[in-house]
């Protein structure tokens, strides 16, 4: 693969992980929001994709096919099937509105700009130039956690921040060996599926999945 190919491909992957991170602050759907997850997992075995096949790395390539199955499918059809299981259509009552979010997903993302520059002078490559969006994931993924109030959305949150723990990773070493990545992606499968019991024994118990609501609660 060229050097300008593999350029053009990484800041469509790594701009397309971006984009969806925000979006996630955007949106209070929780149906879209899901979606939007989805293709962000697409991305980022997109991204896994492209640094195998510049590497000539086969492990990659499949390391690339394990994510595509576990972010881009497995994670977002269990937290569909939590959402259809407890009701949950969109997310009521956001501690920030809409444009406030996009305001503090744009600090972040400048933040996370400046924070990366020491990484950015040591490494080289158009890799290490695309550090920023993984830190830039991270941060938005705390964002979500931070400010959503459904334990669904904040479910969401929490796998945007591995998302985003995984692309910089991915970028500043060139690729994750298969067995690391296969037991970090399980162990996010095994705590969603987990949490997706809890979120489900919650709207059963308490008739809705809003956390704030059990600081209501007393003995």
Known sequence: MSEALFSQLLATTTGLLLVTAVLQVWRQSLGASIRVLAVQGAALAGLVAVLGINHGDVEVLIVAVLVLGMKA????????????????????????????????ATAL???????SL?????????????????????LIGFLVLLTRRSALSQLIGFVILDNGIATTAFLTSGGVPFVVELGVTLDVLLVVLILRVLTSRLQS???????????ELRD
Not at 109 to 115: G, R
Not at 205 to 211: P, V
Request: hydrophobic share 55%.
């Open 205 to 215: 118990a308490h008739g809705g999945i809003d956390l704030d609501e059990l600081t």
């Open 118 to 138: 020491p990484i950015v002078a040591v490494l080289h490559g158009p890799a290490a130039q695309a550090v920023p969006v993984g830190l830039a994931l991270v």
């Open 109 to 115: 993302t400048v933040l996370a700009y400046v924070a």
């Open 73 to 104: 499918v497995a994670i977002p059809w269990t937290l569909s099937r939590t959402a259809a299981a407890t009701g949950a259509v969109r997310e009521e009552a956001p501690l920030v509105n809409p444009t406030a979010g996009l305001l503090a």
